[in-house]
Nanobody, 121 residues
Framework: QVQLVESGGGSVQTGGSLRLSCASSGIIFSDSCTAWFRQLPGNQRERVASIDAYGMTTYADSVKGRFTVSQDVSKITLYLSMDSLKPEDAAMYYC???????????????WGQGTQVTVSS
């Protein structure tokens, strides 16, 4: 059984930084595409950043240069380092993973429960 558990959310001021973590069990990230999404109530879920099985990263234009997605050496923890945070970055952040050997344009089969990020101006 695959489980993803996010942590690291919180409240920061504009310009601040946070580092989100996603701990996994039952899956090795190096076999899958993993990603961070965010969602505001009533809005669609937006993919923020992803890293595929080859280590290639992609970012939404809105976060390029400010956010960095990475994995630990053991490939069981996913991170999202967020710098220069803006009020528009405030949302619930979710980590997700595809099934093994699926590309990042596949459906994400596994989701965490989310961690809240609040950015005050």
């Amino acid at each position: 059984q695959v489980q993803l558990v996010e942590s690291g959310g919180g409240s920061v001021q504009t310009g601040g930084s946070l580092r989100l973590s996603c701990a996994s069990s039952g899956i090795i990230f190096s076999d899958s595409c993993t990603a961070w999404f965010r969602q505001l109530p009533g809005n669609q879920r937006e993919r923020v950043a992803s890293i595929d099985a080859y280590g290639m990263t992609t970012y939404a234009d809105s976060v390029k240069g400010r956010f960095t997605v990475s994995q630990d050496v053991s490939k069981i923890t996913l991170y999202l380092s967020m710098d220069s945070l803006k009020p528009e970055d405030a949302a619930m952040y979710y980590c997700a993973a595809t099934r093994r050997w699926r590309a990042c344009d596949s459906d994400f089969a596994y989701w965490g429960q989310g961690t809240q990020v609040t950015v005050s101006s």
